[in-house]
C-alpha cells in the first residue's frame, strides 16, 4: 500500500537522525560528503513536494504513533512550513558545500552534527505541540555547543561559552512557559489552543512568556546583545548555519504561536510594535561601530528580526505576508553574505576592517557579489530586499485610522533604517573595497593554523571555488527580484495559511 503524504512528514526528522547516526560509523571522507551535501538536497525536494501538495490541500497532519487529538505526538505541514524547509534546506546545503571547501567538514564530528542540527530544524518547523517545540529546539542546540568549539581555540570556547548560558536560560524559560501553557489551559496541542489567548488572560500570559523565551534565541532587543558577541566568533560557515536556522526557527515559531493563539487581536500590540520598531534601529545604527566584518553582519541580522517582527506585530494579512517575504530574503542575503565574507576571510586570513583593504582592485568579482548583497540588507534594487522593505511599508501604511500611530512608527523605522544601514554598510564597504592595497596577510597553515602576519604575494586571489556557495545564494536574491510576481503568490498563500486558523484545526484535532 502506497503511504499517505502526511505520513512520511516524520522522514523530515528521521532521515537527518538516521544520516547523522550512519556518519557517526562510517568516517570516509566521501561518505561524510556525500552525506553532508545529499541530506539538505533530499530535504529540499521534499518541501519542494509539500509546496505543490498544497496547492491543493492547505494542511497536512500526521499523528506519530496513531494516537488521536491531543494525545498524540502531531506532525503538521502548510505552506508557511513548506517554504521554510526548502529555504532553510538551501541555506544549509550552501553551508555544507562551504565548510566542505574549506576543509572545516573534516574535523571531528562535523557532518553528523550538522545533521543533527538538521534534524532538529526540521522538526521545529513541522511540530503542532508546543512541549515538542521545545525538544526540537533542544535538539538543534546540542549539536550547535559543539559545532562553535570542534574547529576553534580558547577564545571559541569563551563564545561557546556565553552561547550555552544564554540558550540554556532560554530553553528554561520556554519550558517554564510551555508548563504555564498546560496548567492554564490543560494542553500543549496548538491546536487546542486555537484562540486560547484571546479568550484567558492567564493563559496569554503564560503564552507570553514562552515568546519571550523565543523572542531572546531570536535577538530581539533589549534582549539581543548576546547575537553580536557570539556569533561573530563562530567561523563563517557555521555563522551562516547558524544565521537561517537558530533565529529564523524561533522567528517562524512566534509566527505560529501568536497566529494559532491569538487568532482574533494580540493584546500587546503595541508593546510588540515598539519593541520590533527599536530592534530594527538598534541593529541599522550599531552596524556602523563594528571592528570586524561578520560583527556587522550580526548587527543587520538584530535588524533583520526587528523587520520580520514588525511583519507578526501589525497582525493583518498584508503584514504576516511581507514579514514572511522578509524572513525569506533576510535566510538568502545573510547567507550569501557570510559565505561571502568567509571566503575573503579564509584567504587573507582575518575579517578585521584595519587588516582588509583594496579588495576592489584585488578580487573585483567577489567585491561586487558583496556589494549587491549589501544592496539587499539596505533595500536597494536590484536584489529581494527592496521587496520586503516594500511590502512592509505598504502593510504598515494600510492600518486602520485607529492604528495610524502604530502604522506611522513602522513606515519610520524602515525608512530611518534603511538610511542607517547604508551609513553602517558604508563604512564597511568602504574598509573592505577601497583604500591601500593590503600588503600583509595571514596564511592557513594545516599544521599549526594562522600564524603571524607575512608579505602578501600578488598572486594570491581568492579562489574561485570558495565563492560560488556565496555566489549561489546572492543569486537567489537577485532572482526573488526579477521573479517577485512567481515568488509572491506562494507567499501569499504562506500567510493566508497561517492565518486560517480554522483548517489548522480541523487537519490536526478534526474539529
Same mark, same amino acid.
Given at each position: 500500500m502506497i503511504p499517505s503524504l502526511s505520513s512520511l512528514l516524520p522522514l523530515f526528522v528521521v532521515v537527518p537522525l538516521l544520516g547523522s547516526a550512519v556518519l557517526l560509523l562510517a568516517r570516509r571522507r566521501a561518505v561524510q560528503t556525500t552525506a553532508m551535501i545529499g541530506v539538505p538536497i533530499l530535504v529540499g525536494a521534499g518541501a519542494i513536494a509539500l509546496l505543490l501538495h498544497h496547492r491543493?490541500?492547505?494542511?497536512?497532519?500526521?499523528?506519530?504513533?496513531?494516537?488521536?487529538?491531543?494525545?498524540?505526538?502531531?506532525?503538521?505541514?502548510?505552506?508557511?512550513?513548506?517554504?521554510?524547509?526548502?529555504?532553510?534546506?538551501?541555506?544549509?546545503?550552501?553551508?555544507?558545500?562551504?565548510?566542505?571547501?574549506?576543509?572545516?567538514?573534516?574535523?571531528?564530528?562535523?557532518?553528523?552534527?550538522?545533521?543533527?542540527?538538521?534534524? &532538529?530544524?526540521?522538526?521545529?518547523?513541522?511540530?503542532?505541540?508546543?512541549?515538542?517545540?521545545?525538544?526540537?529546539?533542544?535538539?538543534?542546540?546540542?549539536?550547535?555547543?559543539?559545532?562553535?568549539?570542534?574547529? *576553534?581555540?580558547?577564545?571559541?570556547? *569563551?563564545? *561557546?561559552?556565553?552561547?550555552?548560558?544564554?540558550?540554556?536560560?532560554?530553553?528554561?524559560?520556554?519550558?517554564? &512557559?510551555?508548563?504555564?501553557?498546560? &496548567?492554564t489551559a490543560g494542553s500543549v496541542n496548538l491546536a487546542s489552543l486555537a484562540g486560547a489567548g484571546s479568550e484567558d488572560p492567564a493563559t496569554a500570559a503564560a503564552l507570553a512568556v514562552v515568546l519571550l523565551a523565543l523572542a531572546v534565541k531570536a535577538g530581539m532587543v533589549p534582549v539581543h546583545s548576546w547575537l553580536p558577541r557570539a556569533y561573530p566568533g563562530t567561523s563563517a560557515g557555521i555563522m551562516a548555519l547558524f544565521s537561517a536556522l537558530h533565529t529564523k526557527v524561533a522567528l517562524y515559531a512566534m509566527y505560529r504561536i501568536v497566529a494559532v493563539t491569538f487568532a482574533d487581536a494580540l493584546p500587546f500590540q503595541e508593546v510588540l510594535v515598539g519593541l520590533a520598531v527599536v530592534t530594527i534601529l538598534v541593529g541599522a545604527f550599531s552596524t556602523a561601530g563594528a571592528a570586524r566584518v561578520r560583527t556587522a553582519m550580526a548587527h543587520q541580522m538584530v535588524a533583520g528580526v526587528g523587520h520580520i517582527l514588525l511583519g507578526l506585530a501589525l497582525f493583518t494579512q498584508l503584514s504576516v505576508t511581507a514579514g514572511t517575504l522578509y524572513l525569506v530574503h533576510h535566510v538568502i542575503t545573510m547567507s550569501a553574505l557570510l559565505l561571502t565574507i568567509g571566503a575573503i576571510e579564509h584567504t587573507y586570513g582575518s575579517g578585521r576592517l584595519?587588516?582588509?583593504?583594496?579588495?576592489?582592485?584585488?578580487?573585483?568579482?567577489?567585491?561586487?557579489?558583496?556589494?549587491? *548583497?549589501?544592496?539587499?540588507?539596505?533595500?536597494?534594487?536590484?536584489?529581494? &530586499?527592496?521587496?520586503?522593505?516594500?511590502?512592509?511599508?505598504?502593510?504598515?501604511?494600510?492600518?486602520?485610522?485607529?492604528?495610524?500611530?502604530?502604522?506611522?512608527?513602522?513606515?519610520?523605522?524602515?525608512?530611518?533604517?534603511?538610511v542607517g544601514s547604508l551609513l553602517g554598510l558604508q563604512q564597511v564597504w568602504r574598509g573592505m573595497a577601497w583604500g591601500e592595497d593590503m600588503t600583509t596577510y595571514r596564511p592557513d597553515d594545516a599544521q599549526t593554523g594562522r600564524g603571524d602576519a607575512v608579505a602578501l604575494p600578488d598572486h594570491v586571489r581568492i579562489p574561485g571555488r570558495l565563492v560560488v556557495p556565496g555566489a549561489a545564494m546572492l543569486a537567489l536574491s537577485l532572482a526573488m527580484f526579477v521573479g517577485i510576481g512567481a515568488v509572491l503568490p506562494t507567499i501569499d498563500t504562506a500567510g493566508t495559511d497561517l492565518l486560517d486558523v480554522e483548517a489548522y484545526v480541523r487537519a490536526v484535532i478534526g474539529r
Open positions: 491543493t490541500e492547505p494542511v497536512l497532519s500526521h499523528a506519530v504513533g496513531g494516537f488521536s487529538d491531543v494525545l498524540a505526538i502531531p506532525f503538521v505541514s502548510d505552506t508557511l512550513s513548506s517554504v521554510m524547509l526548502l529555504v532553510t534546506a538551501i541555506s544549509t546545503l550552501a553551508a555544507s558545500v562551504f565548510l566542505v571547501l574549506t576543509g572545516e567538514s573534516r574535523f571531528r564530528f562535523v557532518p553528523p552534527l550538522v545533521l543533527l542540527l538538521s534534524a &532538529g530544524v526540521n522538526g521545529a518547523l513541522l511540530t503542532g505541540d508546543l512541549f515538542n517545540l521545545f525538544v526540537w529546539v533542544e535538539v538543534m542546540l546540542m549539536p550547535s555547543y559543539a559545532l562553535i568549539a570542534v574547529t *576553534g581555540g580558547w577564545r571559541r570556547l *569563551g563564545i *561557546g561559552r556565553l552561547f550555552v548560558l544564554v540558550n540554556l536560560v532560554t530553553s528554561t524559560l520556554l519550558l517554564v &512557559g510551555v508548563g504555564f501553557v498546560y &496548567g584595519e587588516r582588509l583593504s583594496g579588495l576592489a582592485r584585488r578580487d573585483p568579482w567577489v567585491v561586487a557579489i558583496l556589494a549587491l *548583497g549589501l544592496f539587499s540588507l539596505v533595500g536597494l534594487p536590484p536584489t529581494s &530586499g527592496l521587496w520586503g522593505k516594500v511590502g512592509l511599508v505598504r502593510a504598515a501604511a494600510d492600518l486602520t485610522a485607529a492604528q495610524a500611530v502604530l502604522g506611522w512608527a513602522a513606515v519610520l523605522a524602515v525608512l530611518i533604517a534603511s
